[in-house]
């Protein structure tokens, strides 16, 4: 037996065990930096990511532990609370963020116990004192002496009435959970509840538009079953093909393809059409109803409030030759000098993104009741201005990703009362049922059309088209 000590193999350890380190740290930082300064997981992890040059695979594992914690941190506090006999609000933030990610570890991956125990302390021990350091030890050392199974039924017992429960088991807020109970109530779909709170902690594959007629999906890639636009690689780094094609082939959404090719594949395009993405940053949905109108002979007008924003906007287009104008003003007064100019508009209204929650890991955490009473009076103030400035016999197309009754259903049934005798609904059902590749599975009032992760495999996307029957008076 060769009992000499295998040097190579040792010192790779060491390396191997230094990466996965790095990784851990950076997920650290990024979920502490998410807590104190309101930052964006999405945006910050690839910068420091590319900063501490991370293979992929360890730039895969940052990616895992950042998400994976930050999605699940409501159930993982309950986990905490019983195994602590602590309410989380008692326990130091910074400590809260090593525990919440050594759960993380210790519930929801393969990483040895001991190792998420032991690296969990030393990280401890970096932001907390001798005696928060052995607090936390304790804690994950209990949280080891019960399987996962064991945390599952504990944290079920302890929870009160069954949108709690949901809440718990599948880390959302009671008050989401109750929100996509109705919105699915609405189509009569509520038994898909589960699936759908599932569906929002799953990482979505990274999606791609090939904007129609400038890019063309590489060999090998796999085609998206609805939308024709999408496809997802078979291989390769996506943001790497984005640039080779300066712009034609871009990251988005299956659903957000979906919901710009209903409006601009709602009827056939007349060649000297005027449209307008009233609310366009950052872009996808312009770069790809650009695209759209470019083919068609109509001419696009990408409207973004916030200068920064219209910037992306102005970059997402530059793979789009052609009549397309960006302009950045305020859309709820965009009829001002624009009463009755276009021939389509989408309205992608800024909302509370509940429909993207598998996207951005935070975001069930930050977002408020409150929010969506706020956003509802701005949505309502766009969709009127956008009214307006819709041509009669226009077509309107109001989007959200968003599920929620207020910012989808509720807000075009409200905007129809505003406009009586001006507004009409358009079936929204059949013209995506026309432009996607195969039959989508949609439900409730055909004038209206909800997209589900769990369903479709898309972001949430609300599309309703409506058109203009007659002139609106100011
Ligand atoms: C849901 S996002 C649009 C997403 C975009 N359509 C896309 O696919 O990339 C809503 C946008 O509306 C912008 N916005 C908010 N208030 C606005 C206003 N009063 N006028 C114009 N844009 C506004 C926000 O800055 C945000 O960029």
Redesign the pocket.
């Known amino acids: 037996m060769n009992t000499r000590p295998n040097h190579t193999a040792h010192s790779n350890h060491i390396a191997r065990s230094n990466h996965v380190q790095e990784a851990r740290r950076i997920a650290f930082d990024v979920i502490a930096a998410v807590r104190e300064s309101d930052a964006y997981a999405n945006l910050l992890l690839p910068t420091r990511i590319s900063r501490a040059k991370l293979s992929s695979a360890d730039a895969g594992l940052a990616t895992e532990l950042t998400y994976g914690t930050l999605r699940m941190q409501g159930y993982y506090d309950r986990v905490i609370a019983l195994a602590s006999g602590r309410a989380v609000d008692a326990i130091d933030a910074p400590i809260l963020d090593v525990l919440r990610l050594g759960t993380h570890q210790l519930l929801s991956t393969r990483v040895a116990p001991h190792a998420a125990v032991n690296e969990s302390v030393a990280l401890a021990r970096t932001v907390g004192s001798r005696s928060a350091t052995g607090f936390c030890n304790g804690v994950l050392r209990e949280i080891t002496r019960h399987t996962v199974t064991e945390w599952h039924d504990r944290v079920l017992a302890d929870a009160a009435g069954d949108d709690d429960k949901l809440a718990a088991i599948f880390s959302h807020p009671v008050w989401i959970v109750r929100a996509f109970r109705q919105a699915l109530a609405a189509e009569g779909r509520q038994s898909e509840l589960e699936e759908l709170l599932q569906a929002d902690n799953a990482a979505p594959r990274v999606n791609l538009v090939a904007l129609p007629g400038l890019g063309e999906p590489p060999t090998g890639s796999e085609v998206n079953h609805y939308s024709p636009t999408g496809f997802v690689l078979g291989g390769g780094d996506p943001q790497r093909l984005v640039e080779k094609h300066h712009g034609t082939i871009r990251v988005q959404d299956e659903g957000?393809q979906l919901a710009a090719l209903a409006l601009s594949r709602a009827r056939p395009v007349e060649p000297g059409e005027r449209w307008l993405?009233?609310?366009?940053?950052?872009?996808?949905?312009?770069a790809l109803l650009a695209a759209e109108a470019r083919l068609g002979g109509a001419t696009l007008v990408a409207?973004?409030?916030?200068p920064a924003?219209a910037e992306l906007v102005r970059r997402?287009l530059a793979g789009v030759p052609g009549a397309v104008d960006v302009w950045q003003?305020?859309?709820?007064s965009i009829d001002e000098d624009q009463a009755e100019s276009f021939d389509r508009i989408?309205l992608?209204?800024?909302?509370t993104g509940l429909g993207a929650l598998r996207r951005r890991p935070e975001a069930r955490w930050r977002k408020v009741p409150r929010d969506v009473a706020e956003l509802g009076r701005?949505q309502a103030a766009?969709f009127d201005a956008a009214v307006r400035a819709l041509k009669p016999g226009g077509i309107l197309a109001y989007v959200?990703?968003s599920p929620h009754l207020a910012e989808s259903r509720l807000a075009v049934q409200d905007a129809l009362k505003r406009w009586p005798n001006v507004l009409e609904p358009l079936e929204t059902a059949s013209v995506l049922q026309g432009a996607s590749e195969n039959p989508l599975d949609l439900a409730g009032d055909p004038t209206q059309a909800q997209l589900w992760p769990h369903r479709h495999g898309t972001d949430a996307m609300f599309i309703a088209l409506v058109t203009k029957t007659a002139r609106a008076d100011r």
Do not use: F, H, Q
Not at 277 to 286: R, S, T, V
Not at 348 to 351: I, Y
């Open positions: 957000s993405d009233l609310c366009a940053g950052p872009g996808g949905k312009a409207n973004e409030l916030v924003r997402a003003r305020d859309g709820t989408l992608d209204a800024p909302c701005l766009l959200t990703c």
